[in-house]
């Protein structure tokens, strides 16, 4: 039995703020596709769904907006999709955190 549609949706959005928190960290521009293969993420239940977790991440300070491009997904066809970049603060007080629990433990 599959499972509530509601909660595939979480479970995907949670991966997917997870995937991006990664993507962040690394300094690189990253747009949904680039995420999917570097990250190893999953297709959303539904496409729609993009925008709402890189909204949520942006809200949340972890990325920002880096600029536009054509999009690099087949099915885009040469679409043009939006690159995000972690933000400063977020790449430096998750570095800083790490340091000192990799300190710690």
Request: charged share 25%; no cysteine.
């Amino acid at each position: 039995m599959s499972r509530p549609a509601v909660l595939e949706n979480l479970g995907w959005a949670d991966q997917a703020i997870r995937a991006i928190e990664a993507e962040a960290r690394t300094g690189r521009t990253f747009d949904g596709y680039e995420l999917q293969k570097r990250q190893g993420l999953d297709d959303p239940p539904s496409a729609s769904q993009w925008g709402s977790v890189f909204r949520v991440a942006a809200h949340r300070g972890i990325i920002q907006q880096s600029g536009f491009r054509i999009s690099t997904r087949p099915t885009r066809r040469g679409g043009i999709t939006r690159s995000w970049i972690g933000t400063r603060s977020y790449t430096t007080n998750k570095s800083s955190a790490s340091a000192v629990n990799t300190d710690a433990a």
